[in-house]
């Protein structure tokens, strides 16, 4: 059974920066082969996709994230990354990786929180 463990979240101020990571373990899946999203989730909101990246490294932006974040994977360590920057109040929530959108969702992670100071 596939495991997501989420990292790197906590608190920055405005137009600050953090980097996400997520590592995948357990079953056969590899980044070798598949790709991989992060999502974010506020409370009293539904979960909401914010960028992915395919097996052959082609990535994907929602529009409210595109030009500050980057999304990556190391599939020689099975893991998937987001690297933040200009962050802003709007960007606080918890961050989770899955699969890309489309696809069979493993179980949700716990996710790492992410808060914006202004």
């Known amino acids: 059974q596939v495991q997501l463990v989420e990292s790197g979240g906590g608190l920055v101020q405005w137009g600050g920066s953090l980097k996400l990571s997520c590592k995948v373990s357990g079953g056969t899946f590899s980044l070798r082969s598949n790709g991989m999203a992060w999502y974010r989730q506020v409370p009293g909101n539904q979960r909401e996709w914010v960028a992915e990246?395919?097996?052959?490294?082609?990535?994907d932006y929602s529009d409210s994230v595109k030009g500050r974040f980057t999304i990556y994977k190391d599939s020689a360590w099975n893991t998937v990354y987001l690297q933040m920057n200009d962050l802003n109040s709007e960007d606080t929530a918890v961050y989770y990786c899955n699969r890309r959108r489309g696809g069979s969702l493993f179980v949700w992670g716990r996710g790492t929180q992410v808060t914006v100071s202004s």
């Open positions: 990246v395919t097996a052959n490294d082609k990535t």
